[in-house]
C-alpha cells in the first residue's frame, strides 16, 4: 500500500505540470474572451496591414477601431455598424489617420494609423455589430472579416481590485484541481486537495464571480436557471462534479475514478471560449438577459 501511495512522479514534477496546464487555460481564456480584441493582419495593395478591433469597451468611452502603421497608401476604409438586436439602419464612418487611444484590460495605448470611433453605448450589455470595409483599387470594396460581424459588448466599470481577486482565485482553483486530477492518475491523492479545489472555486466563481459581473452588467447570476451564460453554467457543472468526488470520497471512501472525471470536467470547461452566450442587451424590447440595463 505504502510503495502504491508513493509510486509515480514526485510532487514538484506534478505542481510543475499542473501549472503548465493551467498557464494555458489563462491564455486561452484570455485570448478568446471578450475583452482581448480581433487582432490579425490581412494583405493589400502595397502590403500588409495590421489591425485591432476591439470586442469589449467601458460605458463613456467611445470604440476604437484601428489600422496599424504603416499602413499603404491609398488605403480607403470605412466601419459599418448598427446596434446589436436592433432595429436600426446600417450607419457609416470613414477611417481617417490620426492618433489613437486604445484600451484593452483597463490598459491605455497610443496607436498611430487608421482609425475610427463609433460613440459609446449606455446600457450595460449593449453591443454593436460592426464590419470594417477596405478598398485598395485592385478590386471592389471588401470586409476584412467577410461575411461576419465583429460584435463588440459594453460594460460598466469594475473595480480593479475585484476583478483581479476573480482572476487569482479562480485559477488558483483550478491549478488545485489539475494537481489533484494528476495525482490521482498514479496513486489515491490526499483528500484535503479536494475541499481546497472546492473552496477555491466558490470562493472564486460564486462570491468574487457574481461581484464581478454585478459591476459589469448588473446582474449576479445569469446562468441556470435565469439564462444561459456558459461561464456561469460551466462553473456551476465544475462545483456539480467536485461535491460529486467529495462524496465519493467521504469518511474511508476512496474514489480516483470521482476525482478522475472532475477533473476532465474540469479542463474541459476552462477549454471552453470565454463568455459565450454572455449578458446581451436587446434593442428591440428594451430588456437584457443577464442585465439590468
Known sequence: ??????????????WFGALAV?????????????????????????????FLFPRSETIGRDLVIVFRNPVPAGLRAQVRYRRYRSRDPWSIVRME??????????????????GARLPSLRE????????VEVADGLGPVRSVTRDKPVYARYKAPVPGWA?????????LSMLFAVRL?????????????LWTTVLTLVLGGF????????????????????????????????????????WSNRGSRRSRRAILLAGIVTLAIYFVPHSLFGSEYNYIEGTGTGTAG
Open 1 to 14: 500500500m505504502e510503495a502504491s501511495r508513493r509510486s509515480g512522479p514526485g510532487a514538484w514534477v506534478l
Open 22 to 50: 493551467t498557464l494555458a487555460a489563462v491564455v486561452f481564456q484570455e485570448r478568446t474572451g471578450p475583452t482581448y480584441p480581433l487582432e490579425g493582419t490581412f494583405s493589400a495593395a502595397g502590403g500588409s496591414v495590421h
Open 163 to 171: 476583478l483581479a481577486l476573480h482572476i487569482i482565485v479562480i485559477f
Open 97 to 114: 489617420a490620426g492618433t489613437f487611444q486604445f484600451s484593452r484590460r483597463g490598459r491605455t495605448q497610443t496607436i498611430d494609423g487608421l
Open 124 to 131: 450595460r450589455a449593449g453591443k454593436y455589430e460592426y464590419f
Open 181 to 193: 486530477t494528476l495525482e490521482s492518475i498514479f496513486r489515491h491523492p490526499a483528500r484535503g486537495f
Open 207 to 246: 462570491v468574487l464571480g457574481p461581484l464581478v459581473q454585478w459591476y459589469a452588467f448588473g446582474v449576479a447570476w445569469s446562468g441556470f436557471p435565469f439564462g444561459y451564460d456558459w461561464t456561469d453554467n460551466k462553473v456551476l457543472i465544475g462545483l456539480l462534479f467536485w461535491c460529486w468526488a467529495i
